[in-house]
């Protein structure tokens, strides 16, 4: 990418600073709705290229890249659905987590929409607020409210918790 030539209007210094403050937190966000830390790599690495190419037309780098990082998860997920749809069953592989709690809790995650589980991330995790969560999902801020809810209440369930 450095032996590109910036888009007009893009400040390559700019780019490279909020590369370096987001990328490990679009990655997060990204790997929390796919569950695959390949795939939640590319996914942030497009949403920077994406970005890179549209040059001064987008105007608020942060929320235009994570709009682009849960387009790009959503996608991710619909696709791997049709492949195990369509794959014969293999064993899962198994994956073992220190802590038999933080098992439970990444399945409980695992288990809701990745429109819920991107804003529980960006809520508890990246600690936004709802407005913030509304312009990366492209919804409106009540929308954001009834996802956290119901996400909320289907992780109670999942987990037994009063």
């Given at each position: 990418m450095t032996d590109d030539p910036a888009p007009e209007g893009l400040d390559r210094e700019a780019f490279r600073e909020v590369y370096a403050a987001h990328y490990p937190a679009l990655v997060r966000l990204a790997y929390l709705t796919t569950g695959s830390?390949?795939?939640?790599?590319d996914v942030a690495q497009e949403a920077f290229i994406e970005w890179f190419r549209r040059g001064d037309q987008v105007r608020e780098p942060l929320p235009f890249l994570r709009r682009a990082v849960v387009?790009?998860?959503?996608s991710w997920v619909r696709r791997r659905r049709l492949e195990r749809r369509h794959a014969t069953a293999l064993p899962e592989p198994v994956q073992r987590h220190p802590d038999g709690d933080t098992e439970v809790v990444r399945a409980a995650l695992q288990k809701l929409k990745p429109r819920q589980r991107a804003a529980?991330?960006?809520r508890f995790y990246l600690d936004l607020p709802e407005a913030q969560i509304a312009a990366a999902l492209g919804c409106r801020p009540g929308t954001v409210k009834s996802l956290l809810h119901r996400a909320l209440t289907a992780i109670k369930e999942d987990l037994d918790v009063d």
């Open positions: 830390l390949a795939a939640a790599e387009s790009r998860c959503t529980v991330f960006m």
